[in-house]
């Protein structure tokens, strides 16, 4: 079974609007964390975000925030007043075992999103 | 002053050759990993170290074999490469134990292509 699901393969996205990349995920264990990753066209991987299982507040690092519904076990990334560079790749992962260092990342299928001028 | 390095950015080789990519990291890590990044952009994990021991060899064919001299080095030898060996393959690192985040900090990818 598929531990983390990005159901949208694509996306666009009017520049200067907000938009929703979904995530949800799979796991048994109660500590966890899920990360956010940009891959632009140039190949690299940039970390965005971050949220720990524990973690009582929404995670935001600038435009970027994650709606962590534990729940429904959902940690969709929203990119407010989109930029024309935020035109890639993006992928949520998870880690189980928050704290665990050596534990990998699982990602999902990953989201293109494309931003229209 | 880069964190985690790799060499070479491009490798393009015939099948049945043996190729080796290398990756160094400066952030004093203890954990490294190897990802293989498919032509559908699916990135899966192929191994673990931590302080130059394996941890996780995710169902590998014995044709790659990890070596880490070093916990700041974890190079991959392929032998005998295939067709379907052909992807961009990441190193990865990270802090062993409680932190903040657990972040892994990738290198800038190798991409292997075998004609």
């Known amino acids: 079974a598929q531990k983390i699901t990005q159901t949208q393969p694509g996306m666009f996205v009017q520049e200067k609007e907000a938009v929703t990349l979904d995530c949800t995920y799979d796991?048994?264990?109660?500590?966890?964390?899920l990360f956010w990753y940009k891959q632009p066209s140039s190949g690299e991987m940039i970390f965005l975000i971050y949220q720990g299982s524990y973690d009582q507040q929404n995670a935001t690092e600038g435009r970027y925030s994650l709606n962590f519904q534990k729940a429904r076990k959902s940690a969709n990334l929203v990119i407010s007043a989109s930029q024309l560079g935020d035109s890639a790749m993006y992928f949520c992962a998870m880690r189980e075992g928050q704290g665990s260092g050596n534990t990998p990342l699982v990602f999902g299928k990953g989201t293109r999103l494309s931003v229209i001028a | 002053d880069t964190a985690v390095s790799q060499t070479p950015k491009y490798l393009v080789t015939q099948m049945g050759n043996d190729k080796s990519i290398k990756c160094e990291q400066n952030l004093g890590h203890d954990t490294m990993y190897w990802y293989k990044q498919d032509s559908k952009k699916f990135l899966k994990i192929m191994f673990s170290y931590n302080n130059k021991e394996l941890i996780i060899n995710e169902t590998v064919p014995n044709r790659f074999s990890p070596k880490s001299p070093d916990k700041a080095h974890l190079n991959l030898h392929i032998n005998s490469l295939e067709l379907g060996d052909s992807a961009v393959y990441f190193c990865a690192s990270s802090p062993f134990g409680l932190a903040e985040t657990n972040e892994q900090f990738f290198g800038p990818g190798t991409r292997l292509t075998v004609l």
């Open positions: 796991t048994s264990d109660p500590s966890y964390g």
